[in-house]
């Protein structure tokens, strides 16, 4: 994985790096909707910001960041299913935070669930204080 952890960089702005150029086509007119690209979700943005947080310092290439972004993934389907069958187990249609935490407890080792229960709780708690 070392390979995949760069030395120091440079700050990445999050704008994009080429200034947009305005079409030359011709007006449109009023009840025309204009077509957007396919949006491709990511949690890199997110991943960025818990790497500078742990280590300010180091980086990140395009490849970790996308075995980061399938890893994350990967552990919120085994989550989201695991959640899903126990709600099913208990005849329930929602999905409640006592389902997340019960499939993190269940599918995280030992220390890493203690630690996932923790911080879950946490968010859990500063947001129904908010609302």
Excluded at 20 to 32: I, L, R
Excluded at 48 to 63: A, D, F, M, N, R
Excluded at 65 to 85: H, K, P, Q, V, Y
Aim: zero cysteines; aromatic letters at 6%; a positive charge.
């Amino acid at each position: 994985l070392e390979h995949l952890v760069t030395a120091p960089s440079p700050p990445q702005s999050t704008m994009a790096k080429t200034p947009s150029k305005k079409s030359a086509k011709a007006p449109k007119k009023a009840g025309d909707k204009v077509k957007k690209g396919k949006r491709t979700e990511s949690y890199s943005s997110y991943i960025y910001k818990v790497l500078k947080q742990v280590h300010p310092e180091t980086g990140i290439s395009k490849k970790g960041m996308s075995i980061m972004n399938s890893f994350i993934n990967d552990i919120f389907e085994r989550l989201a299913g695991e959640a899903g069958r126990l709600a099913r187990y208990s005849k329930k249609a929602t999905l409640s935070s006592r389902e997340i935490q019960t499939s993190v407890r269940l599918m995280l080792p030992g220390e890493l669930a203690k630690h996932a229960v923790s911080e879950g709780t946490k968010a859990v708690t500063k947001f129904t204080s908010s609302a």
